[in-house]
C-alpha cells in the first residue's frame, strides 16, 4: 500500500479509538451522538468506496468485480440504514430512533449481498472447505444463533409484527453470516490475495459482535448513540476498506 492509504488507515484507527476515549471520559452525551453518528456513515461510504475500486482493479467479465461490488454494495446499503437511523433524532427533537425503523431495511440488505459475494468469491478461486471447517461452521452458527436468539428473544414475542419479522431477520442473518466466514476462512491458503481476505473476514467478525451487542442493549434499554459498542462497526468496515485497498494494489499493479 502507498503512503496515502497508511495515512487513511491511521486516522481510522484514531477516529474509531476517539468512540471509546470519549465513552470513558464521559463527554456530553449529545458530542459523543454526532460524533458517532457521523463515523457510522462515514466509515461505511468509505469502505464500499473502495470495494468498487477493488472491483475496478479486476478485467471485466472477472468474477472478482462481482464478488467486490456485492460486498461494497451491501456495506453501501448499511451506511444508508446509518443516515435514516441518524435521521430520526434530527427530525424529532433528539429522540432515539425507535426499533424497528426504516433503517433496520436497509441495514439488514448487508447479510445476503456479502453472503451471496463470499459465496461467489469461494467458487471462482475454487475453496474447498475442510470436513472440519464444515463441521466447525456449523457450531459457529449454532452458537451465534443461541447468542443472537438471547439479544433478539424479546423482538420475537413483541406483539407487533414488524418487530417479531426484523427481530427474527437479525437472529437468523448474523449467525448465517458468521458461519459462511468461517467456511470461506477454512479453506484459504496462503499467499497475497489470503491475506487481504482474512482482513475481510475479521472485519465481518466484528459487525457480527456490534450488531449482536447493540440488539441486546436496545431491548435491555441501555443502548444510546455513541455507546462503546458502536467501534466494531466502524472499525470492521475500516478492516474490511484495507482488505478493498490491498486487493486494488496488488492487482493494479498486476495489471
Known sequence: MNMVSLVI?????????LILIFAG????????????????????ILSAFFCYQAAASFPIGNPMRKVWKLIGTGILAW?????????????HHGAETPYP?????AYL????????????????????????GKIVAI????????????????????????????????????????????????GLQGGATAEAWWYVLAGLVLYFIGDQAYTYLVFTEQYT?????????????????????????????AG
Open 139 to 186: 457450531l459457529l452458527f449454532m452458537a451465534g444463533l443461541y447468542i443472537s436468539t438471547m439479544a433478539n428473544w424479546e423482538g420475537i414475542f413483541k406483539e407487533e409484527i414488524i418487530v417479531r419479522l426484523v427481530s427474527a431477520s437479525y437472529m437468523l442473518f448474523d449467525p448465517f453470516l458468521l458461519m459462511v466466514v468461517l467456511l470461506v476462512a477454512s
Open 79 to 91: 451506511g444508508i440504514g446509518a443516515i435514516l437511523y441518524v435521521s430520526y433524532p434530527l427530525l
Open 109 to 132: 440488505c448487508l447479510v445476503p449481498l456479502v453472503v451471496t459475494g463470499l459465496f461467489l468469491f469461494k467458487k471462482s478461486v475454487g475453496i474447498v472447505s475442510p470436513l472440519w
Open 101 to 105: 425503523y426504516y433503517s433496520d431495511a
Open 225 to 253: 448513540s455513541g455507546s462503546p459498542i458502536d467501534i466494531f462497526w466502524v472499525l470492521g468496515f475500516g478492516i474490511i476498506a484495507v482488505a478493498a485497498m490491498m486487493t486494488r494494489s496488488l492487482f493494479k499493479g
Open 25 to 44: 471520559l464521559g463527554v456530553d452525551t449529545t458530542l459523543r451522538f454526532y460524533y458517532s453518528n457521523s463515523l457510522q456513515i462515514l466509515s461505511p
Open 9 to 17: 488507515i491511521a486516522l481510522w484507527v484514531i477516529a474509531s479509538a
